[in-house]
């Protein structure tokens, strides 16, 4: 059977009249290395049985939720008076919107289980070059919809989505003042990002740098495309019972350790870092790397991790995340499927990664947001291979309700372009599991599931 997706309409809404003064918001250092980046892109299924009559909310809601989060209405620009990089609004600026419907498999299309890619293309709406932000809605009759989020990303980080999303959800569920009561609004102010030592200049040069080796084509920057057209997506879950076991076993393998006189540093062992373990040595197993070099990079939001009284509230909307990258030879950390040590290699050098944005260096992330920049060019300069992280568990993407029920099912569909893994928290126990989700070809993803599967039953 081929399976169709209708366009119904097309249309673009806007913030309400009037409802916004003309403003420009200058990019800071944390904005400017997605300049050159992908899109993201994040499918939202939600399950109710009559999609059409939610329409009308879903629309006016979100045309007052732009009034608060308008930068995503807006054009990314040179600004006239500095020749700078701005984000800039002005009063009818407005997000496109595409309106479908689908005779797709929608139970099909939940499930965690290896799925065609291509089956997830037409639920998520193409960005256009001026926009900054478009959206899908795609109604599958006696089933549900989908809401299909892209997203430049510098515009907004993955906290900053989702508080536009959660608020958005808030005011359709809620009208307009209750969620006003409810909700935290975004703030803007970019003097909170303060750039003593010329970091957004340092960055820019090496952005600019890279987008003129490709031509100077937008999204030029990126990891390694997987490049491969057939290719399936798969969620994994880790269950809080299941992060316990493997807690365990790294405690376990650290005490025999340091028991032989190995190192007696301490490591923080959290869910998050052991979810990214265990992807990490599975996939570099299936991926049969050797001695070559393999690299894990993950984004840490700064808020509240800034030094020198720079606390930045969590309602602050733009960038504001750094990122990780470990490195290890790929032998090293894919040891036989009975020897721990590779695993609590790759715990430890994710875990200590972590530690140094926390350690003594008087300036914080701010340290090292122009070096991680250059490394992972660097990297995807050598042709090594390195794997990133695209969500975070604390994000919250089960909590959105539009007033039609939390998702059944949340999509990273960019992580096709990017050859990243995606990370959410467990919708279901109790939201303290981890799920992740990866695109791979078919070959790969079942030598992955394998390793994945085994490395979780050996212990």
Sequence with gaps: MVHTVNVIDQSRLTPPSGSVAETSLPLTFFDVPWL??????RIFFFEFSDSKTH???LKQSLSIALQQFYPLAGTLRLSPQTGEHEIHYTDGDSVPLTIAESDLDFHELIVDHPRDTAEFHPLVAELPASDLISLQFTLFPNSGCSIGLTVHHVV???????QFMKHWASICRLGHELSLMNSLLPLYDRTLIPDPKGLKRIILDHVMMSM???DQKPGSIQAQSQQQRHMVRATFVLTQAKIEELRQRVTMARAAHMEEGGEKKPIHVSSFVLMCTHVWVCLTKARAEGDQMVHFGFAVDCRGRMKRGLLVPVTYFGNYITMCIVSAKGSDIAMGD??????VAACKGISRAIQRLDGND???VLGGSDRWFRRLLSILASGERIITVAGSPKLGVYDIDFGFGRPRKVEVISIEETGAISLAESRDDAGRGIEVGLALPKHEMEQFTYYYEKGLKNH
């Design 36 to 41: 050159g980046v992908h899109a993201v892109r």
């Design 362 to 364: 008087d300036d914080g």
């Design 55 to 57: 329409l009308p909310s």
């Design 212 to 214: 003129g080796k490709e």
């Design 338 to 343: 009975d020897d721990d040590d590779g695993f």
């Design 156 to 162: 907004a980080d993955g906290s900053s989505t989702m």
